[in-house]
């Protein structure tokens, strides 16, 4: 046994692979075979008389998919992905800004602690407190009345393709609910970029004369870049993928989370939800790939 052990110590090829080998299982086995069924379940059909799985090579459902009904679901989806990523990055960035270069040492993990500290309770009761919120009987409404902005709110609900009969039953509420539940994957990545920057490349700007904003736009901002692509990441596939958000929040419009449910449960149309789901894998593989010559898996 002493042998054997001596023997895997001096081997780091052995080691290495005895060490990696669960992961490689895990990737190699569970999770790219998982996508490469989806992939494959993506070219069967649905029998539209009997139900049943045709398992003939075909490429039907990626024709489905081209339908206005179907590309309607895809610019929605993108769109209110892009919409929440660019807000998100809006409100993050001052935040990660104010925890990395003004706040004191002993308050950065009480400020840690607090971005954290939603992430922390359940995703479920988190979208149901907002749909209490957001309801027409809701907290908000009952506040925006007290201070007299209730016929501003009820104007924006009016706007055509975003409003709604309540903030619950909008896409507005939607977004508002999306950009709380991600906003810590956004501001966690930016943090630690900022973390990243050496401080003497601030001081030698400020010495050489540079204001505080010129420093902001041309040394801080540039390289918090790949922070802000890898908050990106998180917020913009959670966003596409999510299901849950836009069916307890919102109208009755599908999202591609949502087509790729109703589906795959209460259709049975297993093959039209794999090709369905192979949208956002392609998109994101491509966001990937520029966010990773922009160096966002180096501030993940």
Do not use: H
């Not at 902005?149 to 507005?172: C, K, N, R, T």
């Amino acid at each position: 046994m002493k042998q054997f052990l001596d023997k895997l110590f001096y081997n780091k090829l052995l080691t290495s692979f005895l060490l990696l080998s669960p992961l490689l299982i895990w990737l190699g086995v569970v999770y790219l075979g998982s996508l490469f069924t989806l992939l494959l379940q993506s070219f069967f059909s649905l029998d539209s008389f009997s139900g049943k799985i045709i398992y003939e090579f075909s490429f039907e459902n990626y024709t489905q998919l081209t339908r206005e009904s179907n590309i309607d679901i895809f610019i929605r989806t993108i769109l209110m992905s892009s919409i929440v990523t660019i807000v998100s990055v809006i409100i993050a960035f001052p935040i990660a800004y104010y925890m990395s270069f003004l706040a004191k040492s002993n308050w950065k993990p009480i400020l840690y602690l607090g971005i954290m500290f939603p992430l922390w309770s359940s995703y479920m009761v988190k979208v149901y407190a907002w749909k209490l919120i957001l309801a027409k009987e809701g907290i908000l409404n009952w506040c925006l009345e007290r201070i007299g902005l209730q016929a501003v709110l009820e104007l924006i609900l009016e706007l055509p393709y975003i409003g709604g009969s309540s903030l619950s039953f909008s896409y507005i509420g939607i977004f508002l609910v999306f950009l709380y539940i991600w906003l810590p994957f956004m501001i966690l990545p930016i943090y630690s970029a900022l973390e990243r920057i050496p401080k003497n490349l601030v001081d030698a700007s400020m010495d050489l004369g540079a204001t505080p904003l010129y420093t902001l736009f041309k040394v801080i901002l540039p390289l918090s870049i790949p922070g802000v692509v890898a908050g990106s990441i998180f917020t913009f596939s959670l966003t596409m993928g999510d299901y849950i958000i836009p069916t307890i929040i919102g109208n009755s419009s599908y999202f591609i989370g949502m087509a790729v449910y109703t589906l795959q449960g209460t259709t049975g149309n297993i093959p039209l939800a794999a090709s369905f789901s192979v949208v956002p894998i392609v998109v994101m593989g491509i966001y990937l790939r520029i966010a990773k010559k922009l160096g966002a898996f180096d501030a993940i």
